[in-house]
């Protein structure tokens, strides 16, 4: 299937931005929904953002939505998650991950995604 690879993680201050970016290879890029997942240290892998094929559609966890933007740009086979107001509480392993189906059923099987990148590591400092 596709491979994935995440960089953009960081040391940033309470309040600052970084982009994390995603780049897969392994087959045509715009086959895939795209999402974004973090997990905390000692806390469960939690959902960030989701993005369809085509970059029509997007979703946020609540808590994120306003902050956080996640894009697409298919000539380059990268998804981009833009963090913007960063908490310290948003420190955590940032993953990227893809799957065939379409955004609708991803959400109806709660973000069961096929295939995961190994992550990049955000720290947010007070």
């Known amino acids: 299937q596709v491979q994935l690879v995440e960089s953009g993680g960081g040391l940033v201050q309470a309040g600052g931005s970084l982009r994390l970016s995603c780049t897969a290879s392994g087959r045509t890029f715009s086959s895939y929904t795209m999402g974004w997942f973090r997990q905390a240290p000692g806390k469960e892998r939690e959902f960030v953002a989701v993005i369809s094929q085509s970059g029509g559609i997007l979703r946020y966890e609540e808590s994120m939505k306003g902050r956080f933007s996640i894009s697409r740009d298919n000539a380059k086979n990268t998804v981009y998650l833009q963090m913007d107001s960063l908490k310290p509480e948003d420190t955590a392993v940032y993953y990227c991950?893809?799957?065939?189906?379409?955004?609708?059923?991803?959400?109806?099987?709660?973000?069961?995604?096929?295939?995961w990148g190994k992550g990049t590591l955000v720290t947010v400092s007070s």
């Open positions: 991950a893809a799957d065939l189906r379409s955004l609708s059923s991803i959400i109806g099987s709660n973000y069961g995604m096929d295939v």
